[in-house]
């Protein structure tokens, strides 16, 4: 990827061309302050800060078993994966959606820049790592005041109804269950929604287990959210996979 798209050591900026969607900020991490004083021209003023829900979704993997990039295959209705996901996060009414890049990066970016998304994107150079590094790199940018919890899901996982992700930010919101996860039978799917009180859990994780255990650990019926939704279950790993989820109705 040329330098000059680059706008910040973790934030990717494009060139603004019409038709591209791709917001380009320079964010950083900040403490959670519910309550923000502001001081204009002498005269204190306090403001709240409105709870905010953001998504992380994790793209940045050499998709080896696939064979290709997972974020820019097609599928049926004109999105390809990560546009499909967008847009169900956009329809749940997720304002901030943050996809966490690392692997052939430009071809991913360049597979959402076409659409009438918008989302913020952010590299991990450190995707070889394992996915805790990109789910770190994600919550970097999207820590900040008013954040109580995140979204979390994968490129893998597209066909998720946006139902399914109303759901569970209602969920969350009824009970303030740490994790909150959708369910059907022993299956768990996506998105997880991971209360902001875990996020310092999260980061001195063991890589090589990554979020597992503090999810695990977590977990509660007042956060498991039974749905009726293939899409949150059905993840696309491989080329049979794939083909599995192109016979699936939009």
Do not use: C
Request: proline fraction near 7%; aromatic fraction near 6%.
């Amino acid at each position: 990827m040329s330098p000059a798209f680059w706008t910040h050591p973790e934030l990717i900026g494009f060139p603004v061309f019409n038709g591209y969607r791709i917001a380009q900020f320079h964010v950083g991490a900040a403490p959670l302050t519910p309550n923000v004083e502001v001081d204009f021209a002498h005269g204190l003023g306090f403001y709240t800060i409105a709870p905010m829900i953001p998504a992380i979704v994790l793209a940045a993997g050499k998709s080896s078993r696939m064979g290709r990039s997972k974020a820019a295959l097609p599928l049926a209705g004109g999105d390809t994966f990560i546009t499909r996901i967008v847009r169900t996060l956009k329809n749940a009414s997720v304002e901030d959606v943050v996809v966490v890049v690392g692997h052939d990066a430009k071809a991913v970016v360049d597979a959402f820049a076409a659409s009438d998304l918008e989302a913020r994107f952010v590299e991990n150079p450190d995707y070889e790592q394992g996915q805790l590094s990109s789910l770190l790199a994600g919550l970097r940018v999207v820590d900040r005041p008013g954040v109580v919890a995140a979204l979390l899901t994968l490129v893998d996982v597209p066909l998720v109804g946006s139902a399914t992700v109303r759901a569970v930010v209602d969920r969350y919101q009824a009970t303030r269950a740490p994790i909150v996860r959708p369910v059907r039978g022993s299956q768990h799917g996506h998105p997880v929604l991971i209360d902001r009180s875990l996020f310092d859990a999260i980061r001195r994780a063991d890589p090589a287990v990554g979020a597992k255990d503090v999810i695990r650990a977590n977990v509660s019926a007042a956060g498991d959210v039974a749905v009726d939704d293939d899409g949150a279950f059905a993840d696309a790993d491989t080329p049979e996979d794939y083909e599995r989820l192109l016979d699936r109705p939009i």
